[in-house]
């Protein structure tokens, strides 16, 4: 794989069992730009290796007074630094080659499973780690893997030298063959005090880069509450721990690197006090010993990379640790029938289990839709969309309200209606048609149902850029910006450049910063519709704007999605009394299902989350009717009861009474 190749067609299928399985598995589909990388620094560190050989016959060459051997030792030294050149050149091309392709492959891959998750991946991996993971963790990935075949070609070069030394040089030859091991493995004791600086570090630079991202999205909320000093105080704090943590960590790196100085330093001491020894009793040539003593100072550059590996591997080790936790979360479980028969399954997957089978068996009796087979179009998934876990029906081309006490609940069945969920439960997917959706290929469970979370993205560029996503077709984006009552949005981006001849030209910031809250809203929500799915879920699409636009959104929605099924989770009165159908879900179950205005009367939990309604409130519409009556079956102290000595109280007097006592809570309240 080259670099102008990418990015690759299919980035593959990581093992994310383990950080180290998943540095394997890079390695393991580089291993032809592995290979090149290690046959170029083979000839690299061996052209090396060959100047002090040289360095020694020439120098003999000199002392016995031979033109020829100094002439053949000169072309030998033109070749070994030809060679060198060459090596040097194209190993730094292969390797870096390998370090961009493997992060390519990384960024890659982290791609695919952010798109894969949605909205899930942030509830499940905090947005800090994952900016983390997709910068700066894909470098030190890619660090390590392009590191390994110059360590492996320098460390098979240093064993070729000392078998060289011993066959050339047997005397000194033993000392440097039983000194260099010694000098790669003497810092192995230090390493694991060093990795666990590094990692700490890295995971203390994770922690500050989540505080940093959060702090970077709610500035204008800190700023509105006066509340960006004390998070700025937070970061400056965790900027501290970071800083020293980088510096205890730097210093046990510069005591490795000045144990790998030291110690071939004493090593070459004892190599030329031995050496001088041997000359001077005749037992070795002066060319001998010059060959010798260059050698073990040419090997310091190769003992060189022990020291790059082991910081290689202890920086990337958390950054792959990091990078397998979220390719290995999963949109959902697997599908029942692919679960391991070798153990019986729990009571909660048992019941789990059960209630999708039922739950498909009603689907099918209800709707009279079979399952498309493997590969139908999207237009093939049609029918009423069910949840079992909370027994939520929406039926086929109606607007359905959902009103949910708990936001994040809302929150989380949205998801769960879109197949991608974010805490995943065997046997519980939502059913579309009688088809669970956690079946179907992500595209085309995405396509047959689109989920618009409460707090959607914009992304940078033109107006025109940002509603041009996939679309049936049949919703113009003139009929959409309309529909989410984008006018004013519209009349704001002109004015706000007036160089642009059409507002659809004019360029949004990041995450729409330069738009007011309810414009992103409405921007989003026309994007939503322009997609015109076959199933639109909307979370809170009017939280941000005022009542009158409210209204007339609700009006709009209703219009454009005639026929086709949408859900939509809001407390908001307006666009309850303009549903089709509203569904209360209390406690992770559907209680009640009607429309607004009998639910409000009827249901008490429903009126409750609806109107905000107290508990004083919540009381007198227990003992009152809808006649504004008393009831005859409401229990109170003034109801009912007896006057002094015996006699029965007057039902009028005590609804008076009981009327006098509900004004005085009232108005307290």
Request: contains cysteine; glycine residues 8%; neutral net charge.
């Given at each position: 794989?080259?670099?102008?190749?990418?990015?690759?067609?299919?980035?593959?299928?990581?093992?994310?069992?383990?950080?180290?399985?998943?540095?394997?598995?890079?390695?393991?589909?580089?291993?032809?730009?592995?290979?090149?990388?290690?046959?170029?620094?083979?000839?690299?560190?061996?052209?090396?290796?060959?100047?002090?050989?040289?360095?020694?016959?020439?120098?003999?060459?000199?002392?016995?007074?031979?033109?020829?051997?100094?002439?053949?030792?000169?072309?030998?030294?033109?070749?070994?630094?030809?060679?060198?050149?060459?090596?040097?050149?194209?190993?730094?091309?292969?390797?870096?080659?390998?370090?961009?392709?493997?992060a390519?492959?990384?960024?890659?891959?982290?791609?695919?499973?952010t798109?894969?998750?949605?909205?899930?991946?942030t509830?499940?991996?905090?947005?800090?780690?994952?900016?983390?993971?997709s910068?700066?963790?894909?470098?030190?990935?890619?660090?390590?893997?392009?590191?390994?075949?110059r360590?492996?070609?320098?460390?098979v070069?240093?064993v070729?030298?000392?078998?060289?030394?011993?066959?050339?040089?047997?005397?000194?030859?033993?000392?440097?063959?039983?000194?260099?091991?010694?000098?790669?493995?003497?810092?192995?004791?230090?390493?694991?005090?060093?990795?666990?600086?590094?990692?700490?570090?890295?995971?203390?630079?994770?922690?500050?880069?989540?505080?940093?991202?959060?702090?970077?999205a709610?500035?204008?909320?800190?700023r509105?509450?006066?509340?960006?000093?004390?998070?700025?105080?937070?970061?400056?704090?965790?900027?501290?721990?970071?800083?020293?943590?980088?510096?205890?960590?730097?210093?046990?790196?510069?005591?490795?690197?000045?144990?790998?100085?030291?110690?071939?330093?004493?090593?070459?001491?004892?190599?030329?006090?031995?050496?001088?020894h041997?000359?001077?009793?005749?037992?070795?040539?002066?060319?001998?010993?010059?060959?010798?003593?260059s050698?073990?100072?040419?090997?310091?550059?190769?003992?060189?990379?022990?020291?790059?590996i082991?910081?290689?591997?202890?920086?990337?080790?958390?950054?792959?640790?990091?990078?397998a936790?979220?390719?290995?979360?999963?949109?959902?479980?697997?599908?029942?029938?692919?679960?391991?028969?070798?153990?019986?399954?729990?009571?909660?997957q048992?019941?789990?289990?059960?209630?999708?089978?039922?739950?498909?068996?009603?689907?099918a009796?209800?709707?009279?839709?079979?399952?498309?087979?493997?590969?139908?179009s999207?237009?093939?998934?049609?029918?009423?969309?069910?949840?079992?876990?909370?027994?939520?029906?929406?039926?086929?081309?109606?607007?359905?309200?959902?009103?949910?006490?708990d936001?994040?609940?809302?929150?989380?069945l949205?998801d769960?209606?879109?197949?991608?969920?974010?805490?995943?439960e065997?046997?519980?997917?939502?059913l579309?048609?009688?088809?669970?959706?956690?079946?179907?290929?992500?595209?085309?469970?995405?396509?047959?149902?689109?989920?618009?979370?409460?707090?959607?993205?914009?992304?940078?560029?033109?107006?025109?850029?940002?509603?041009?996503v996939?679309?049936?077709?049949?919703?113009?984006?003139?009929?959409?910006?309309?529909?989410?009552?984008?006018?004013?949005?519209?009349?704001?981006?002109?004015?706000?450049?007036?160089?642009?001849?059409?507002?659809?030209?004019?360029?949004?910031?990041?995450?729409?910063?330069?738009?007011?809250?309810?414009?992103?809203?409405?921007?989003?929500?026309?994007?939503s519709?322009?997609?015109?799915?076959?199933?639109?879920?909307?979370?809170?699409?009017?939280?941000?704007?005022?009542?009158?636009?409210?209204?007339?959104?609700?009006?709009?929605?209703?219009?454009?999605?005639t026929?086709?099924?949408?859900?939509?989770?809001?407390?908001?009165?307006?666009?309850?009394?303009?549903?089709?159908?509203?569904?209360?879900?209390?406690?992770?179950?559907?209680?009640?299902?009607?429309?607004?205005?009998?639910?409000?009367?009827?249901?008490?939990?429903?009126?409750?989350?609806?109107?905000?309604e107290?508990?004083?409130?919540?009381?007198?519409?227990?003992?009152?009717s809808?006649?504004?009556?008393?009831?005859?079956?409401?229990?109170?102290?003034?109801?009912?009861?007896?006057?002094?000595?015996?006699?029965?109280?007057?039902?009028?007097?005590?609804?008076?009474?009981?009327?006098?006592?509900?004004?005085?809570?009232?108005?307290?309240a």
């Amino acid at each position: 794989m080259q670099i102008q190749d990418l990015p690759y067609p299919d980035p593959g299928v990581p093992d994310a069992r383990s950080g180290p399985r998943f540095l394997w598995w890079l390695g393991r589909n580089q291993l032809g730009g592995q290979l090149r990388a290690l046959a170029w620094g083979l000839l690299h560190f061996a052209s090396v290796s060959a100047l002090p050989f040289c360095v020694g016959l020439a120098v003999q060459a000199v002392v016995d007074r031979s033109g020829r051997r100094l002439a053949l030792t000169g072309g030998l030294l033109v070749l070994a630094c030809a060679g060198n050149a060459l090596g040097d050149t194209f190993l730094h091309r292969a390797a870096v080659t390998n370090w961009i392709t493997a992060a390519a492959r990384v960024q890659q891959l982290l791609a695919r499973k952010t798109a894969q998750l949605g909205s899930a991946l942030t509830r499940r991996v905090a947005a800090g780690e994952v900016v983390a993971v997709s910068t700066g963790d894909v470098e030190k990935i890619g660090w390590f893997v392009e590191a390994v075949s110059r360590f492996t070609a320098a460390a098979v070069t240093i064993v070729l030298v000392c078998v060289a030394l011993l066959v050339y040089q047997p005397a000194l030859g033993v000392i440097v063959a039983a000194g260099l091991p010694a000098l790669a493995l003497a810092v192995l004791p230090l390493l694991p005090r060093a990795t666990r600086r590094a990692d700490l570090q890295r995971e203390k630079a994770g922690r500050a880069t989540e505080l940093a991202s959060d702090t970077v999205a709610g500035l204008r909320v800190l700023r509105g509450i006066g509340g960006e000093e004390l998070f700025l105080d937070r970061y400056r704090r965790a900027s501290q721990e970071v800083r020293h943590a980088a510096v205890r960590s730097a210093r046990m790196w510069s005591l490795i690197s000045a144990i790998q100085v030291l110690l071939p330093g004493l090593l070459l001491i004892a190599v030329v006090w031995y050496g001088v020894h041997l000359a001077r009793t005749g037992r070795i040539t002066v060319g001998e010993l010059v060959t010798v003593y260059s050698s073990v100072m040419v090997l310091t550059y190769p003992l060189r990379h022990f020291e790059e590996i082991a910081m290689a591997y202890s920086f990337s080790r958390p950054s792959a640790r990091r990078a397998a936790r979220v390719l290995s979360l999963e949109r959902t479980s697997a599908p029942a029938a692919a679960e391991p028969t070798v153990a019986e399954p729990t009571a909660q997957q048992r019941t789990a289990k059960e209630r999708t089978a039922e739950a498909r068996t009603a689907e099918a009796r209800t709707s009279e839709v079979s399952p498309p087979p493997a590969g139908a179009s999207v237009s093939a998934l049609s029918g009423d969309l069910y949840d079992p876990e909370t027994g939520l029906r929406v039926p086929a081309g109606l607007l359905t309200a959902v009103v949910c006490g708990d936001p994040d609940a809302a929150g989380r069945l949205a998801d769960r209606l879109g197949g991608h969920p974010a805490e995943p439960e065997p046997g519980a997917s939502v059913l579309l048609g009688g088809v669970a959706l956690d079946e179907l290929p992500l595209d085309t469970a995405r396509t047959a149902v689109l989920v618009q979370d409460k707090d959607p993205v914009l992304l940078s560029g033109s107006l025109r850029d940002l509603l041009d996503v996939p679309s049936s077709g049949d919703v113009s984006a003139d009929a959409a910006l309309a529909a989410a009552q984008c006018s004013d949005v519209l009349d704001a981006l002109a004015q706000a450049s007036p160089v642009a001849g059409d507002p659809m030209d004019v360029r949004i910031t990041e995450r729409g910063r330069s738009l007011s809250g309810g414009q992103r809203q409405r921007l989003a929500l026309a994007r939503s519709l322009i997609t015109d799915p076959e199933v639109l879920v909307l979370d809170e699409p009017t939280s941000a704007v005022d009542s009158h636009t409210e209204a007339r959104i609700a009006e709009g929605l209703r219009a454009l999605r005639t026929g086709r099924t949408t859900v939509v989770f809001t407390s908001s009165p307006l666009l309850l009394d303009r549903a089709d159908r509203v569904v209360l879900v209390h406690e992770g179950t559907a209680v009640a299902v009607g429309v607004h205005r009998d639910l409000v009367r009827t249901e008490s939990r429903y009126r409750a989350v609806v109107t905000r309604e107290t508990d004083e409130e919540r009381a007198v519409h227990e003992v009152l009717s809808s006649d504004g009556t008393l009831r005859r079956d409401a229990r109170h102290p003034l109801a009912g009861g007896s006057a002094p000595g015996g006699a029965a109280r007057d039902p009028l007097e005590d609804e008076a009474a009981l009327r006098g006592a509900l004004e005085e809570i009232e108005e307290t309240a």
